[in-house]
């Protein structure tokens, strides 16, 4: 699908919600306020040539070097006018804004020498492709506070054909880098741009909190590996909203450390709302949790959300020796089309970093809803594997009607799990159709009003 096809699906659903009147309340209903900065320089002014062929990172360097002495004077921006500015990794700093104009592209150099090498992040021990270090992403915030990466529809492109094939190769030194990432960064903007060919991740923040995504647009082509779109990991306080994500494995992908890393470093993924966002996923999910989530993930609210073209749509993942939890999860107000798998759980997902990880350490999975969902073009409405050890508990159906493909031989797949289901078509298994007053009691709607929950 195209991505102006694309756009108009997104618009339709949007008005197809304000038609309906529905108001919901979540993180993105607390909408950030973006002050004018009282200072502003270009990147011409620091030497930076946008032919797409000179390398501008020191050039944006000293940019952002000068931009620091004008954060206790109510911030500065940082001005990145029409051109293709080739650069390799940088850092941004407090009270920042990276604008950039409409017909501008950031491009990520293909030459590694350009990328700085940093240490693993401490709740995952290594690199999630390679143990030991892992190259810096291009765009990086460390320990920051009010900083805003925007646009008139700028773009940002990662030029990752050649991380791919390094990947594929297996010839890479290090993990691969990601187009965007903070780490324990609170009151962070990114919006109204394009993020294109991200190496891996194309936004990651890690350790932070009270994070806003909104109205941006992602890509990577279909062949791309493990290319993600949003990864919000060990944060709090996040919302993503308006978005149209299309990628190589996930669209959205949440996390929270990796084993016995994660157990350790112990920062869960929380209080996340996702809303009004159009995702494809060529070999991956839609929506992922997991399977990296040591930490715990909890109080999420999914709505308003069309998945289309995917392999699966929403998939929890977990394995043993993970530890943590992922509960407190609601999906409201889906449409999928042309999906593999609808639903997913399952328990023996991913790899483990070392041989150091605690078989012992048994994930939970617990108070997951999925309700008023429509679906068309399915081949499998749910494919939940828990573990024996600990099954995968309150599995909550309402409210669902999926179209199955002809010929699909088994619309449900189920093992180690239990829940409790109403007005589901086609009849869910056996084991999600407890309909005695205790399941149903413990079947929940997460309510959210100005960040905080109560259950029904």
């Not at 991200?198 to 923040?205: G, M, Q, S, V």
């Not at 060529?282 to 709505?303: K, L, R, T, Y």
């Not at 150091?356 to 008023?372: C, E, G, R, S």
């Not at 081949?379 to 828990?386: L, V």
Request: aromatic letters at 10%; a negative charge.
């Amino acid at each position: 699908m195209k991505m102006p096809v694309a756009l108009l699906l997104l618009l339709a659903l949007c008005s197809a919600i304000l038609i309906n009147g529905e108001v919901s309340d979540g993180q993105c209903d607390d909408q950030p306020t973006l002050d004018p900065r009282p200072h502003s320089v270009s990147i011409t002014e620091f030497g930076a040539v946008g032919d797409g062929k000179t390398l501008n990172t020191l050039a944006f360097q000293n940019a952002i070097f000068y931009l620091k002495s004008f954060a206790d004077k109510g911030g500065a921006q940082l001005y990145v006018p029409s051109g293709k500015w080739l650069t390799g990794s940088f850092n941004l700093t407090s009270h920042l804004t990276l604008f950039l104009e409409k017909g501008a592209v950031i491009l990520g150099s293909q030459n590694p020498s350009h990328w700085d090498v940093v240490d693993p992040l401490p709740s995952y021990g290594r690199g999630i492709e390679l143990p030991g270090r892992r190259y810096k992403s291009l765009i990086n915030g460390y320990m920051l506070r009010d900083v805003v990466v925007t646009g008139d529809n700028g773009t940002i492109d990662g030029q990752g054909s050649v991380w791919w094939d390094w990947f594929s190769s297996q010839s890479l030194n290090y993990s691969r880098p990601h187009l965007v990432e903070f780490i324990s960064s609170e009151n962070v903007v990114v919006s109204n741009l394009t993020f294109l060919n991200a190496p891996a991740y194309n936004i990651h923040p890690v350790y932070c909190s009270n994070v806003h995504i909104q109205n941006i647009s992602v890509h990577a082509p279909p062949e791309s590996p493990y290319t993600v779109g949003i990864v919000p990991d060990s944060s709090d306080n996040v919302c993503i909203e308006d978005c149209i994500i299309a990628m190589g494995h996930d669209a959205i992908s949440l996390k929270s450390g990796w084993d016995e890393y994660g157990i350790a470093y112990g920062r869960p993924t929380t209080d996340v709302h996702i809303r009004r966002v159009l995702l494809q996923s060529s070999s991956g999910s839609s929506v992922a949790f997991g399977s990296e989530m040591s930490g715990g993930i909890s109080n999420v609210q999914v709505e308003k959300i069309h998945l289309y073209d995917s392999l699966n749509g929403i998939e929890f993942r977990t394995t043993k020796g993970r530890g943590g939890y992922i509960k407190q999860i609601v999906i409201s107000d889906a449409e999928l089309y042309n999906i593999n798998v609808a639903f997913g759980a399952c328990g023996n997902c991913g790899s483990h970093p070392d041989d150091d990880f605690d078989p012992d350490a048994l994930p939970a999975i617990d108070q997951i809803t999925f309700k008023d969902i429509i679906g068309t073009n399915i081949t499998i409405a749910g494919n939940f594997t828990g573990i024996q050890e600990a099954p995968f508990a309150n599995i909550c159906l309402s409210n669902i009607s999926l179209l199955i493909n002809p010929g699909s031989y088994n619309s449900w797949e189920c093992s180690n799990i239990h829940g409790s289901s109403e007005s589901v078509f086609p009849e869910p298994c056996p084991e999600l159709e407890n309909s005695s007053s205790n399941s149903s009691s413990t079947c929940f709607s997460l309510i959210r009003y100005y960040g905080r929950a109560s259950f029904l």
